[in-house]
């Protein structure tokens, strides 16, 4: 099962996304010069700022602008917020500055939020509710345009309504799991296709092409959507009522990628190829 050539080339153009390699300094600055030096251009690398506190953060963007990085994009916002004090993305702009690197923060609009918080401590879920309004959630996510996806799947489940499930299956191909738009790959090589969090796949096989019958679930969504995806688990044992219960107290889904998460948490348990237990268990708290 080959993914098309053009996918194929997304995903090398798209595999930029990495403010998390500030984990690993060193391993970040070899892989923007060997990008560099195949003739890939670096618009910009993303951070949280969680460094920006650290003695030697202004070396660090120096060694960056030298290995050839321009920019920036600095994350602030309320989800951050609780891991990461939001006053460190402030300061990091500031070095930035100093340091003639250029840079923005992302998203800037949402800093009059912040502004009741210290900017030196992160804070829970419950403690932001209480200091910038139960509403804040929906308020950062218009902010950004995006939906509730990947380990944040349940949060919708405060805000939507809960339908049907039989209203919400089809049996359209999930192409989506192939888009190079916003893509993860994680410390050991494997991909994780948007917003889907529980599917990990090995990227050499997702770029090169996806052998078939190695990953039933994948193909399952690939080819029959929804629909092909419940063919699959029913014979495994899936029960949608039942397995809703269990999970989350009540029937029904918010949406047809929320039922799809169910039912892949199914299949994980079941112990399936192509994915991972314990995103599925880490999403549902």
């Not at 949280?48 to 602030?76: P, Y």
């Not at 919708?156 to 888009?179: M, W």
């Not at 090995?202 to 090169?208: H, S």
Request: glycine letters at 8%; a negative charge; one cysteine or more.
């Amino acid at each position: 099962m080959s993914a098309p050539c053009s996918e194929k080339q997304a995903a090398l153009r798209c595999i930029l996304g990495v403010g998390s390699l500030f984990l690993i300094f060193e391993g970040l600055l070899t892989a923007v010069r060997e990008l560099l030096l195949g003739g890939v251009n670096v618009d910009y690398i993303e951070t949280n700022a969680f460094w920006a506190h650290e003695d030697g953060a202004i070396d660090r963007l120096r060694a960056l602008m030298s290995a050839g990085v321009e920019t920036l994009c600095i994350s602030i916002d309320p989800y951050h917020a609780e891991y990461v004090p939001y006053g460190y993305p402030l300061r990091l702009a500031q070095l930035c500055d100093k340091a003639g690197m250029g840079h923005f923060l992302w998203r800037q609009e949402l800093l009059p939020l912040l502004s009741a918080l210290s900017p030196e401590q992160t804070y829970d879920h419950v403690t932001l509710k209480q200091k910038i309004g139960a509403d804040y959630v929906l308020k950062t996510a218009r902010a950004y345009g995006i939906h509730f996806g990947g380990r944040a799947i349940n949060i919708e489940e405060d805000f939507v309504e809960r339908k049907d499930p039989q209203s919400l299956i089809d049996r359209k191909p999930c192409r989506n799991l192939l888009s190079g738009n916003h893509f993860h790959v994680d410390m050991e090589c494997f991909y994780i296709p948007p917003g889907c969090t529980g599917l990990r796949l090995p990227l050499a096989e997702v770029v090169n092409g996806i052998p078939e019958g190695n990953y039933p679930v994948f193909e399952a969504l690939y080819h029959r959507g929804l629909a092909g995806l419940l063919d699959l688990a029913h014979d495994a044992g899936f029960v949608e009522d039942d397995a809703r219960k269990t999970s989350l107290q009540n029937a029904g889904y918010t949406s047809k990628c929320a039922m799809c998460f169910h039912v892949r948490r199914h299949l994980a348990v079941q112990g399936f190829a192509g994915l991972d237990l314990n995103h599925y268990e880490e999403a549902l708290h």
